[in-house]
């Protein structure tokens, strides 16, 4: 690896490592904020997620087209960027007080502005951030590994910073984001560098993209298989981590000692997620993606299942970090399978459609349902019912997707009779 690859390597792992040190802080104590700050029921805290899903959902498929067009440029990931630098001014002076004045409005309102940074954002800071590491000819997973250390260390330090003030952990989002943007203005990436090359052996661009490349997907049953797996695997991952910091908790007599110790926990899942994400390439190269996405999907069923009849603190604990196998075949495989099957060109716009369009349509319908449920029957039976869901998703999803290797001999069956 030369000066200059090292160089963007460290960059797009330092914009990785800030982004999701601010979703880390934000997603693993915003159900404590929402509990024990704005007292919020369980019910409506499921429309706050729910109003962040129904914004990505609208925010989604124009993202992926918009950064496929755009390529390298760095313009749709500024403006996820300065969505976050408001975001600790925001909760403090507006989101409290207009979940005071209306709770159902304030909830709508706040998820909407956090899924501008968040639920939508991550999609163009991902897209954006894979697409680089193509450019440059290494692993996907080597550079997300530095979302899984910032997890880590956000829930090391995230428990002593919310017990200390509920406040904190969104403006140190704010600190974050400046990091971040100067990470990303210091980025230098060309359109040029991306994937493919001539037999000289120089540069070439992609071809444009174009609407009926676009409508292709659509056409694809790869497609909808990703998008059913995905919601019973990344759909039911958030929905299920939602309100679990607050299950855990209560089986403490002090809450805050239930926060602390579930900091600690979550801290030391991403750190290990960390290094399973280092030999996961390696791994789902050999089994395949399509067989990664479906473990990631098993392992979340055994995950909830376990939570709902096994109790006792140090299984809670065990179940939760399970996470850190889990997380890694979901992330390197869902890249590795839309690469593998789809038109590289649209890498964006079938992750966003595929991938979070999917999981926020499921998130949208299942955290108001899981809301309700965790309400009128329980978590634990609540939990049965999200693991007969996830099964019966990722199931359906793995009988329509097609595998990588079958696509792969599909296209060059297809060359051969070109060429022929």
Known sequence: MNNLKQIKFWNFGGMYFFYFMIWAL????????????????????????????????????????????????????????????????????????????????GAIVGGAYLSLCLNGGVGVVEAYIERGTRANHYEYGHVRLFGSIAGGTAAFIGGIMFVQNPYSIFWAGTCSAILLGVLLWALRVKDEEIEGTKSSGTKKKENPVTKENMMNVFKNRSFWGLCLIIIGSATMFDVFDQQFPNYFASFFDEQSRGELVFSRIASAQVFIEAGFMVVTPWFINKIGAKNGLILAGVILFVRVIGSAFLTEVWMLAFWRLLASIEMPLMLISIMKYITGVFDVRLSATVYMLAFNFAKQIGITIFSSLMGVLYGSIGFQNSYIVMAVVILAFVIAGGLIMASEKFHAEKSLQIQRKIAN
Request: hydrophobic share 60%; net charge positive.
């Open 26 to 105: 934000i997603f693993g104590f915003l159900p404590f904020w929402l509990n024990k700050t704005a007292h919020l029921s369980t019910s409506v805290s499921g429309l706050v997620f729910s109003a962040m899903a129904v914004t990505a959902l609208i925010l989604e498929p124009i993202y992926g087209v918009i950064q496929d067009r755009l390529g390298l440029k760095k313009y749709l990931f500024g403006f996820v960027v300065l969505c976050l630098l408001f975001v600790g001014p925001f909760v403090q002076f507006a989101f409290l007080p207009l979940l005071q004045l209306n709770a159902i409005f």
